[in-house]
Each structure stands twice: as C-alpha cells, then as structure tokens.
C-alpha cells in the first residue's frame, strides 16, 4: 500500500487537478484533467490513463490552461487534436459512448504534434487504449 502511495505521488510531479466544465453532467465519471504547475512542458490539460502506471498521458489541444483554478475546455466531437505521451508506438483506442448509443475504434500513430481525434458525436466517453503491451482507460465528457 505504500509503495502504491509513493508512486502516485512521483507520477503526479507537479500538476494539479483542473475544475470540471459546469457543462459534465454528474452521470458522466470522467477522468481528472490536470495541468502542469511550475515549469510548465505543455499550455494544455491533459489526462492520464488509469491505471496510471502505464505513465501514458493524452494532452487535450482543446484550449490553453488559463490562470490556476480555470476550468478546462472539453473535447469538441470533431477536430481537437491530441499528442500522446508516453507512447512508443502506435495507439489503438476502442471508444464507447457509456449510453450505449455509439462506438468507434482508431488507430493514432503516435506524433509529437498530434493528431485530430474525432468521435461521432458528443457525449459521455470511455476509451480503452493500447500501445505496446501497456494499456488502460479515460473517460471524456465530448461537446
């Protein structure tokens, strides 16, 4: 239990949650979305896939993170783009929309200026992502 306790906090170097839009419906569990604090690698949120010893991260190009205590900006169904960290080879992301009303599956080569991800529609989302031999889920409230 403590070494689980210790590599949470050495994972989470240096980020802090951000507040979720008032627009997520409570029905909708979705993942934390962080920012980077101090010096900051990246002016966007981003989430890590859980569980989050797979140390995969998909940075969330949809708007900057703004001043400590901003609320991120959702996914857009279409045309927000994403970068991968984390990730040595390609990603394999098989969506469900937890109404159960849809589905995809894509693959996203991993590039360091990302890649558009697009879902069908907007909603409540679970990804279930794999690169390599690693792999695990997000949640995503998509607009």
Same mark, same amino acid.
């Given at each position: 239990?403590?070494?689980?306790?210790?590599?949470?906090?050495?994972?989470?170097?240096?980020?802090?949650?951000? /507040?979720? /839009?008032?627009?997520?419906?409570?029905?909708?569990?979705?993942?934390?979305?962080?920012?980077?604090?101090?010096?900051?690698?990246?002016?966007?949120?981003?989430?890590?896939?859980?569980?989050?010893?797979? @140390?995969?991260? =998909?940075? =969330?190009?949809?708007?900057?993170?703004?001043?400590?205590?901003?609320?991120?900006? /959702? =996914?857009?169904?279409?045309?927000?783009?994403?970068?991968?960290?984390?990730?040595?080879?390609?990603?394999?992301?098989?969506?469900? !929309?937890?109404?159960?009303?849809? !589905?995809?599956?894509?693959?996203?080569?991993?590039?360091?200026?990302?890649?558009?991800?697009?879902?069908?529609?907007? @909603?409540?989302?679970?990804?279930?992502?794999?690169?390599?031999?690693?792999?695990?889920?997000?949640?995503?409230?998509?607009?």
């Amino acid at each position: 239990m403590i070494l689980a306790v210790l590599s949470l906090a050495a994972m989470s170097g240096g980020s802090v949650a951000m /507040p979720a /839009p008032a627009s997520v419906p409570s029905s909708c569990p979705v993942t934390t979305v962080e920012r980077w604090t101090g010096s900051t690698p990246s002016e966007y949120p981003f989430v890590r896939l859980r569980p989050t010893f797979t @140390g995969v991260t =998909m940075q =969330m190009q949809t708007a900057t993170i703004g001043a400590p205590g901003t609320r991120y900006t /959702p =996914m857009r169904a279409s045309g927000t783009t994403v970068v991968w960290d984390g990730a040595k080879s390609s990603v394999s992301i098989a969506a469900t !929309e937890l109404e159960g009303s849809g !589905e995809f599956k894509v693959v996203q080569p991993v590039l360091q200026s990302g890649r558009v991800l697009s879902f069908p529609f907007g @909603g409540c989302w679970k990804l279930h992502v794999t690169t390599g031999i690693r792999s695990g889920d997000l949640v995503l409230w998509v607009v």
